[in-house]
């Protein structure tokens, strides 16, 4: 069972356009939202990530939104560019219970043409 | 780079042998993650140790097998090898600590490809 289910699976954009990659979730006891990106050859690196107790989170151009009534977050790139493109990960994880485990989406591979 | 080390980069065997992926964490970090990317079934995770002790399975078939030695790093074992574990093999390592969030530092993998 996908404990944290990512969407789309692929996505292509030309470049300064904002592409939206999105995820759901199930457990609530998850506390912990991060977002990976990996480029080819390369293991995943950590973006940024995001606690339930704030909706939004920016770094640079990128930008989390949190709907902790939803139970969905997703990964907004500002101003995307060529360089961006990669495979990004959602995942989300409890400390409490699961002690450091991570639960991973499925992927969304980026393409931000020039 | 993220401070984790793997060896070896890349592996070729052939079905029904048996096969050692090393793992270095981070200096510090206490916890080692193992995980499995293929194509159709994403990041999968295996296996978690924290300072020598196994802390959490996954999806990691009775074949595969792996432990952290007291110096931290970490290997996992592969035996009976079959085509369907062709894939990349992440090692991640975290410190655990009460205040952290568990940010994973990934290694740049093992592609195993089995013949």
């Known amino acids: 069972q996908q404990q944290v289910k990512q969407s789309p699976q692929s996505l292509i954009v030309q470049k300064g356009g904002i592409p939206i990659i999105n995820c759901a979730y199930e457990?609530?006891?998850?506390?912990?939202f991060p977002w990976y990106q990996q480029f080819p050859g390369k293991g995943p690196a950590l973006l940024i990530a995001i606690r339930p107790d704030v909706s939004e989170k920016k770094e640079g151009r990128f930008t989390i939104s949190f709907n902790k009534s939803a139970k969905q977050f997703s990964l907004h790139i500002m101003d995307s560019q060529p360089g961006d493109s990669a495979t990004y990960f959602c995942a989300a994880g409890d400390r409490g219970s699961t002690l450091g485990r991570l639960y991973f989406g499925r992927g969304t591979q980026l393409t931000v043409w020039p | 780079d993220s401070g984790v080390t793997q060896t070896p980069k890349h592996l070729i065997t052939a079905t029904g042998q048996r096969v050692t992926l090393r793992c270095s964490p981070r200096?510090?970090?206490?916890?080692v993650y193992w995980y499995q990317q293929s194509l159709d079934q994403g990041l999968q995770f295996l296996i978690q140790y924290y300072n020598g002790e196994e802390r959490a399975k996954g999806n990691i078939l009775e074949r595969f097998s792996a432990q952290q030695f007291p110096d931290l790093h970490s290997e996992l074992n592969l035996s009976s090898l079959e085509l369907g574990d062709s894939a990349l093999y992440f090692c991640?390592?975290?410190?655990?600590?009460?205040?952290?969030?568990?940010?994973?530092?990934f290694g740049p993998g093992t592609r195993l490809t089995v013949l």
């Open positions: 991640a390592s975290s410190v655990e600590g009460l205040a952290a969030y568990n940010e994973q530092f």
């Open positions: 200096s510090g970090d206490l916890s």
């Open positions: 457990n609530t006891a998850f506390d912990y």
